[in-house]
């Protein structure tokens, strides 16, 4: 099958930066869309920043100008980078994915486990 495993979470004080990175693995064909996404505690899961596999790029109102995801579409592995972090960006971080498979020929909507992402001081 397909996963997504994400890294690069951690504490980080107001106003640093983090890089995060979701790379998929398996029986993988391709990979189109990457998507992040992220839940704060108590609140709805909202899309942060996506990409499509030709580099076209999307971003929440409130991470523009801070956040910029990227693609390396040899490694199937998306990175956003996260500068001017504020505490509101606190939140579990999920990577999400169109991934077409083989054997038989689909294509699977993905999700990663998650990586915590905590600004403080």
């Known amino acids: 099958q397909v996963q997504l495993v994400e890294s690069g979470g951690g504490l980080v004080q107001p106003g640093g930066s983090l890089r995060l990175s979701c790379a998929a693995s398996?029986?993988?064909?391709?990979?189109?869309?990457m998507t992040w996404y992220r839940q704060a505690p108590g609140k709805q899961r909202e899309l942060v920043a996506g990409?499509?596999?030709?580099?076209?790029?999307n971003y929440a109102d409130s991470v523009k100008g801070r956040f910029t995801i990227s693609r390396d579409n040899a490694k199937n592995t998306v990175y956003l980078q996260m500068n001017s972090l504020k505490p509101e960006d606190t939140a579990v971080y999920y990577c999400?994915?169109?991934?077409?498979?083989?054997?038989?020929?689909?294509?699977?909507?993905?999700w990663g486990q998650g990586t915590l992402v905590t600004v403080s001081s």
């Open positions: 999400n994915a169109d991934v077409l498979v083989v054997f038989p020929l689909r294509t699977l909507n993905v």
């Open positions: 398996g029986s993988i064909f391709s990979v189109n869309d």
């Open positions: 990409i499509t596999r030709g580099g076209s790029t």
